[in-house]
């Protein structure tokens, strides 16, 4: 069944581990938000709860963007481990973009086309991020 990003149904990812939460976070970090909802479900059960988002597709990123809460830090940008540019190559799926360092190490049948369909984006690690915008305790 192939989905429409337009048509990303809520809960449809955060039904799998909200209900497994026994305490309020503080944080929720969401990896690769683009069409998603999850952050909007943890708002709607936790509204206290900080919102990051790490978004690395240029195409996810603009979903995203046009629904993330102001209150919210979203960022294009790959969770890493370490701060440095990473290249990412376009899925087929295009709501599940995943970045890879080395062409070699890829399955290509996951990826749309030649190196045309690569972006370079800025990695993030963790501790940088909680670093410059945390502490992320409980995230």
Known sequence: MKRSD???RPDQAAEHFIPHVKFVPEWFIDLGPGSASEFLDVRNRWPSVRLLG???SPIGFGYARDRWPADGILLQAAAWDRDEMVTLYKATDLLHGTCFVDWNHIMRDDVAGDTSDMA???GRSLDSLDGEYGPFSDA
């Open 120 to 122: 370079q984006v800025q």
């Open 6 to 8: 337009k048509n990303y």
């Open 54 to 56: 790490l978004e690395p």
